[in-house]
């Protein structure tokens, strides 16, 4: 059984920074992030394994960073230049597969999601 812990969201305005961590209780393979806002489907937004291998949609490639602490069993989405459409439920989560193929469907488990809203 693994357990994802988020925290890091709250409440910014347009063109700031938030930094998530999610720390992973028992064994993981790659990590990542998943958004879902309202009225819409819950989406990928970057993973990586614990190679450092990893991979990033491309509606927040150049503005989001993924990074991970093996030691700690934690990982990190660095959010910069922050937009009213980035407000979302931030989840964090894991799949032996989920660099490769990104997918909802490659998740094992999922954190229980952190609130970021991003004010115009």
């Known amino acids: 059984q693994v357990q994802l812990a988020e925290s890091g969201g709250g409440l910014v305005q347009t063109g700031g920074s938030l930094r998530l961590s999610c720390a992973a209780s028992?064994?993981?393979?790659?990590l990542g992030w998943f958004r879902q806002a309202p009225g819409k489907e819950r989406e990928f937004l970057a993973a990586?394994?614990?190679?450092?291998?990893?991979a990033y949609a491309d509606s927040v490639k150049g503005r989001f960073t993924i990074s991970r602490d093996n030691a700690k069993n934690t990982v990190y989405l660095q959010m910069n230049s922050l937009k009213p459409e980035d407000t979302a439920v931030y989840y964090c989560?894991?799949?032996?597969?989920?660099?490769?193929?990104?997918?909802?469907?490659?998740?094992?488990?999922w954190g229980q999601g952190t609130q970021v809203t991003v004010s115009s």
């Open positions: 028992g064994r993981t393979f790659s």
């Open positions: 990586i394994a614990p190679s450092g291998r990893y």
């Open positions: 989560a894991t799949g032996s597969l989920l660099v490769t193929y990104r997918g909802r469907s490659d998740v094992d488990y």
